[in-house]
């Protein structure tokens, strides 16, 4: 759909925070349009084709999760969670369900609009580059090498993979589901254990400060989200 | 189902009908053996068959008398000389002997399988009975508090005609079946549950049994049961059997309990998610408000600052609130911790993100040691602890006084790491020195965040100590488990 604005539907059944974030995503050059609960966000999702979906999780009638999947079924809008601190598990269930990321309440409008813009910025990106560049970090797809600051770093086949999986979604979190999904193919026996001591080792590979990570951030209770911007 | 019927080798009836065959037989014998002319081998055949017959139907006795009366007229009719009773050859003591002979062992025989058949019989009743109380006791009813149900089957399964239950732990001891309560003998009681096997007396020709019930070496109650009753083998496994229904009730009594347990604490849980979701959600809306006027205001700075105090207090107001929330999550025993492997990097810049307005412009130096390894701690309450010392640390100080954040490996202990919040404030407050002797009273808001802080270290393994800072000021040491590490 070609439109001057992307568009933006809001999903909150708190009226304040409905009109507030529609008045300032049109303010930040938005077009926004608004919906009170799960079923309204469903039926204004199918009519309108948004170009991006926030969604609170909890609301009356269908909850932000049926929105997910309502909105995947159709196709791959981005989705943004508006979650609350403390309830982890609502969170990861929404991105294993195929949100692409989530803000905690009491979140900034500040914070909102960086995800945005992120989200907006990779679903309008065509298919993922041969290589990666990030500052300092240097990710060759096609060759599979790495290069950190000018050196060479050796990675295993699966520490390469974690990373090339994380730099894909760069800025964007990552649920330890879904790396055991893509890495190791959903392998049974592969725990949330096996793939913190990969990311250990992949961390002290690439870090140049491996207790203040610059490039693998930790979610807590969710998993990781690559934390530079492609260059 | 009632009592066993007596094992009795062959019946009395059957017995006399034998008696009374004797004579006929051997004179039917003998009559066709005349008749036809057949030869003595032949005859003596004849004879044999008949004697096998008669022992095997009316037992040894019968077969000896039959056989004295077949070799008499064996001898008398076909022998010679023919017409005497002489025995004239040795041969013919052999007949005899061998008419003796066949039906002793015939009797026997036919006595051995008989009474095995009677055996067969008992037993197959007595597992029927078993069969049909097990059936009763554990498939029928699975509703809990069945007990004196379960009781009264058992009664019933081995023919009692009055009984009661005496169960420790699970009630008062229940009459079951029977108008008129049984007298208990206290001597006999104690003996069953000393010896554990079934006491039986039979006093006034009423039987009478004390039957313990056990299962896998616990003693949880008596049978006392009176009447026809079936033999011991029957009592002690259906003693087992109701034993195993009294376990069941008590097992069916817990897990009810437990489910007790499991909804209360999901009430509190989905409580607490709501709550938090009601309060949060309108902070959300005064924060996005604050923003928007922030920006509107940007050319008037008069009231940018009290916009700047709004956002200050909303701040404070959220950190009171998640404090809150963090204590009830503590005392509804909700609040599990999740440990993974957390640089202490990641966790200072998520503190010092989360109190941005309570920090503003404050200098906070956070430094964490170049071979200092990550916590193996729960990320989010980690974050909790360090965000309400820092929080401590900036009501402590004045608001351009810089805060520290240091982590380390423990110097005496490698598997610890030490997170510290140091500031140059006043250093520690009275009662904060009290609580280090162990006497913790709790003091206004700071004491909360302290709490919490203290609590939630010690939910991850770990511990808050606070001390004096040389040259003035506080440091907050937070003690957590190192992550192991990893094998590569």
Same mark, same amino acid.
């Given at each position: 759909?070609?439109?001057?604005?992307?568009?933006?539907?809001?999903?909150?059944?708190?009226?304040?925070?409905?009109?507030?974030?529609?008045?300032?995503?049109?303010?930040?050059?938005?077009?926004?349009?608004?919906?009170?609960?799960?079923?309204?966000?469903?039926?204004?999702?199918?009519?309108?084709?948004?170009? #991006?979906?926030?969604? !609170?999780?909890?609301?009356?009638?269908?909850?932000?999760?049926?929105?997910?999947?309502?909105?995947?079924?159709?196709?791959?809008?981005?989705?943004?969670?508006?979650?609350?601190?403390?309830?982890?598990? *609502?969170?990861?269930?929404? #991105? *294993?369900?195929?949100?692409?990321?989530?803000?905690?309440?009491?979140?900034?409008?500040?914070?909102?609009?960086?995800?945005?813009? @992120?989200?907006?910025?990779?679903?309008?990106?065509?298919?993922?580059?041969?290589?990666?560049?990030?500052?300092?970090?240097?990710?060759?797809?096609?060759?599979? @090498?790495?290069?950190?600051?000018?050196?060479?770093?050796? #990675?295993?086949?699966?520490?390469?993979?974690?990373?090339?999986?994380?730099?894909?979604?760069?800025?964007?979190?990552?649920?330890?589901?879904?790396?055991?999904?893509?890495?190791?193919?959903?392998?049974?026996?592969?725990? @949330? !254990?096996?793939?913190?001591?990969?990311?250990?080792? #992949?961390?002290?590979?690439?870090?140049?400060?491996?207790?203040?990570?610059?490039?693998?951030? @930790?979610?807590?209770?969710?998993?990781?989200?690559?934390?530079?911007?492609?260059? | 189902?009632?009592?066993?019927?007596?094992?009795?080798?062959?019946?009395?009836?059957?017995?006399?009908?034998?008696?009374?065959?004797?004579?006929?037989?051997?004179?039917?014998? &003998?009559?066709?053996? =005349?008749?036809?002319?057949?030869?003595?081998?032949?005859?003596?055949?004849?004879?044999?068959?008949?004697?096998?017959?008669?022992?095997?139907?009316?037992?040894?006795?019968?077969?000896?008398?039959?056989?004295?009366?077949?070799?008499?007229?064996?001898?008398?009719?076909?022998?010679?000389?023919?017409? &005497?009773?002489?025995?004239?050859?040795?041969?013919?003591?052999?007949?005899?002997?061998?008419?003796?002979?066949?039906?002793?062992?015939?009797?026997?025989?036919?006595?051995?399988?008989?009474?095995?058949?009677?055996?067969?019989?008992? +037993?197959?009743?007595?597992?029927?009975?078993?069969?049909?109380?097990?059936?009763?006791?554990?498939?029928?009813?699975?509703?809990?508090?069945?007990?004196?149900?379960?009781?009264?089957?058992?009664?019933?399964?081995?023919?009692?005609?009055?009984?009661?239950?005496?169960?420790?732990?699970?009630?008062?001891?229940?009459?079951?079946?029977? /108008?008129?309560?049984?007298?208990?003998?206290?001597?006999?009681?104690?003996?069953?549950?000393?010896?554990?096997?079934?006491?039986?007396?039979?006093?006034?020709?009423?039987?009478?049994?004390?039957?313990?019930?056990?299962?896998?070496?616990?003693?949880?109650?008596?049978?006392?049961?009176?009447?026809?009753?079936?033999?011991?083998?029957?009592?002690?496994?259906?003693?087992?059997?109701?034993?195993?229904?009294?376990?069941?009730?008590?097992?069916?009594?817990?897990?009810?309990?437990?489910?007790?347990?499991?909804?209360?604490?999901?009430?509190?849980?989905?409580?607490?998610?709501?709550?938090?979701?009601?309060? =949060?959600?309108?902070?959300?809306?005064?924060?996005?408000?604050?923003?928007?006027? /922030?920006?509107?205001?940007?050319?008037?700075?008069?009231?940018?600052?009290?916009?700047?105090?709004?956002?200050?207090?909303?701040?404070?107001?959220?950190?009171?609130?998640?404090?809150?929330?963090?204590?009830?999550?503590?005392?509804?025993?909700?609040?599990?911790?999740?440990?993974?492997?957390?640089?202490?990097?990641?966790?200072?810049?998520?503190?010092?993100?989360?109190?941005?307005?309570?920090?503003?412009?404050?200098?906070?130096?956070?430094?964490?040691?170049?071979?200092?390894? /990550?916590?193996?701690? /729960?990320?989010?309450?980690?974050?909790?602890?360090?965000?309400?010392?820092?929080?401590?640390?900036?009501?402590?100080?004045?608001?351009?006084?810089?805060?520290?954040?240091?982590?380390?490996?423990?110097?005496?202990?490698?598997?610890?790491?030490?997170?510290?919040?140091?500031?140059?404030?006043?250093?520690?407050?009275?009662?904060?020195?009290?609580?280090?002797?162990?006497?913790?009273?709790?003091?206004?808001?700071?004491?909360?965040?302290?709490?919490?802080?203290?609590?939630?270290?010690?939910?991850?393994?770990?511990?808050?100590?606070?001390?004096?800072?040389?040259?003035?000021?506080?440091?907050? +040491?937070?003690?957590?488990?190192?992550?192991?590490?990893?094998?590569?």
């Amino acid at each position: 759909m070609s439109r001057p604005n992307p568009l933006i539907l809001v999903v909150d059944d708190d009226p304040s925070i409905r009109q507030s974030l529609v008045r300032e995503l049109a303010l930040a050059g938005y077009d926004a349009v608004a919906a009170a609960d799960g079923v309204e966000g469903k039926a204004v999702f199918e009519e309108r084709r948004p170009d #991006l979906v926030i969604t !609170d999780l909890a609301m009356p009638r269908a909850d932000g999760h049926a929105v997910i999947a309502a909105v995947r079924r159709v196709d791959q809008t981005p989705v943004i969670v508006l979650s609350v601190r403390g309830e982890e598990e *609502d969170k990861v269930r929404a #991105l *294993d369900l195929g949100a692409d990321d989530y803000v905690s309440k009491p979140f900034s409008l500040r914070e909102l609009l960086a995800r945005v813009r @992120t989200q907006i910025r990779r679903s309008g990106a065509g298919a993922a580059p041969e290589t990666f560049r990030f500052p300092d970090l240097e990710i060759d797809r096609g060759r599979r @090498t790495v290069v950190q600051h000018g050196r060479d770093v050796r #990675l295993t086949p699966t520490e390469f993979a974690i990373l090339e999986l994380l730099a894909a979604q760069a800025g964007r979190p990552v649920t330890l589901r879904q790396i055991i999904a893509t890495v190791w193919k959903g392998a049974p026996a592969t725990t @949330t !254990d096996t793939v913190r001591v990969h990311v250990g080792s #992949l961390r002290r590979k690439i870090e140049p400060d491996p207790a203040n990570p610059r490039y693998i951030g @930790t979610e807590p209770w969710v998993g990781y989200r690559f934390l530079a911007e492609p260059l | 189902m009632g009592t066993l019927r007596r094992v009795r080798m062959i019946p009395m009836r059957s017995r006399a009908f034998a008696w009374a065959a004797i004579l006929p037989a051997v004179a039917m014998v &003998t009559a066709i053996g =005349r008749g036809t002319g057949a030869d003595a081998t032949t005859i003596g055949f004849f004879f044999l068959v008949v004697v096998l017959g008669l022992a095997a139907w009316g037992g040894w006795a019968v077969g000896a008398a039959a056989s004295v009366a077949a070799m008499l007229c064996f001898n008398f009719f076909f022998l010679p000389p023919f017409g &005497t009773l002489a025995i004239a050859e040795p041969a013919h003591w052999v007949a005899l002997l061998a008419f003796l002979a066949a039906s002793t062992l015939a009797s026997r025989l036919v006595a051995t399988a008989r009474s095995q058949a009677v055996e067969a019989q008992r +037993r197959r009743r007595e597992v029927e009975i078993l069969y049909d109380l097990c059936f009763g006791l554990f498939t029928v009813s699975q509703r809990p508090g069945v007990l004196g149900d379960a009781a009264a089957r058992t009664l019933q399964a081995i023919g009692a005609e009055a009984g009661t239950l005496l169960i420790d732990g699970v009630g008062p001891p229940v009459s079951v079946i029977g /108008d008129e309560r049984l007298e208990i003998d206290s001597a006999l009681l104690e003996r069953a549950l000393e010896s554990r096997e079934v006491v039986a007396t039979t006093p006034a020709g009423l039987r009478t049994a004390y039957i313990p019930l056990q299962v896998g070496g616990t003693l949880n109650g008596v049978l006392v049961a009176r009447g026809p009753l079936a033999s011991r083998s029957v009592l002690e496994p259906a003693g087992r059997l109701l034993a195993l229904a009294v376990e069941r009730e008590r097992l069916l009594a817990e897990s009810a309990w437990l489910e007790g347990v499991k909804e209360s604490e999901a009430l509190k849980t989905s409580l607490l998610r709501a709550v938090s979701h009601d309060l =949060r959600t309108p902070l959300t809306a005064m924060g996005l408000e604050i923003e928007s006027l /922030d920006r509107q205001l940007a050319d008037r700075p008069e009231a940018l600052a009290s916009v700047r105090g709004l956002s200050l207090e909303r701040e404070r107001l959220a950190r009171r609130i998640d404090n809150l929330l963090a204590l009830a999550r503590l005392e509804a025993g909700v609040a599990r911790p999740r440990p993974e492997p957390v640089p202490p990097g990641s966790l200072f810049r998520a503190a010092r993100e989360s109190l941005s307005s309570i920090l503003d412009g404050r200098p906070v130096a956070a430094r964490v040691e170049p071979r200092c390894p /990550d916590l193996w701690t /729960d990320p989010s309450l980690t974050l909790e602890i360090l965000v309400n010392l820092l929080e401590n640390a900036a009501r402590a100080t004045p608001p351009k006084e810089p805060i520290e954040l240091d982590a380390a490996r423990d110097p005496e202990s490698p598997e610890r790491v030490f997170l510290e919040v140091r500031d140059r404030g006043p250093g520690l407050p009275p009662s904060v020195r009290l609580w280090r002797g162990g006497e913790f009273t709790e003091s206004a808001s700071g004491g909360l965040g302290l709490r919490i802080a203290r609590s939630f270290a010690e939910t991850n393994g770990g511990a808050l100590v606070l001390l004096d800072r040389p040259g003035g000021g506080t440091i907050a +040491r937070v003690i957590l488990p190192a992550a192991p590490e990893e094998v590569t």
